[in-house]
């Protein structure tokens, strides 16, 4: 008995390992060895390729494709129609499965409704990318990101609120009262 749930319109194909309490929604095809951590929500008409890694309590919206080469760590967040790529100059006429470059999403990033992740790049921990953004490089822990390409345009807390830093340094999430300090353009958090 399997300890997650499929919706049985969907498709789990060989080889995959699924974490319980995991829910995977209508029309949803995971592809071959792909490991999925516990909790996490995979929604409508969403593609797992073969090999793809997530972790635990990963949210995936709907028709999202998550292409081979892809790791999200625990805690990502997946927005609306969001695209990864896997390959920089993709042909129709030409097969580059062996070019297949690896993004990374760190743990507890989020990105927003229909962004772009460019193969080949990493999100860092809890970054926060807005919707409709294409990103084209790699993104530091806890910036805040936006426009096509994408830039960053400040700094986030782990639950997602803008922080704003002082003459030295520090910043406290509005919402819970956590410390953050910024040094040498890093944000880190004060434990």
Same mark, same amino acid.
């Given at each position: 008995m399997n300890n997650y749930f499929k919706h049985e319109s969907s498709y789990i194909d060989n080889g995959c390992q699924i974490g319980e309490g995991t829910k +995977?929604?209508?029309f949803s095809h995971i592809m071959? %060895?792909? +490991? +999925?951590g516990k909790n996490c929500n995979i929604g409508q008409n969403v593609v797992i390729s073969p090999d793809v890694r997530l972790g635990d309590n990963v949210k995936i919206q709907n028709n999202v494709s998550v292409y081979?080469? =892809?790791i999200c760590e625990d805690d990502v967040f997946l927005g609306p129609s969001m695209v990864f790529t896997n390959v +920089? %100059?993709?042909r129709s006429h030409i097969s580059r499965k062996n070019e297949y470059k690896q993004t990374? =999403?760190?743990k507890g990033a989020s990105i927003g409704a229909n962004a772009t992740i460019v193969c080949g790049n990493e999100i860092g921990e809890y970054a926060l990318i807005g919707a409709g953004s =294409?990103?084209?490089k %790699? =993104?530091?822990p806890y910036a805040l990101m936006v426009g096509n390409p994408a830039r960053q345009i400040g700094w986030v807390s782990e639950n997602g609120q803008k922080l704003e830093f002082d003459e030295n340094g520090i910043a406290i999430c509005p919402e819970t009262k956590q410390s953050y300090h910024l040094e040498n353009n890093i944000v880190k958090k004060i434990v």
């Open positions: +995977i929604w209508h071959s %060895n792909c +490991i +999925i081979t080469g =892809v +920089i %100059n993709p990374i =999403v760190r =294409v990103v084209t %790699n =993104v530091k």
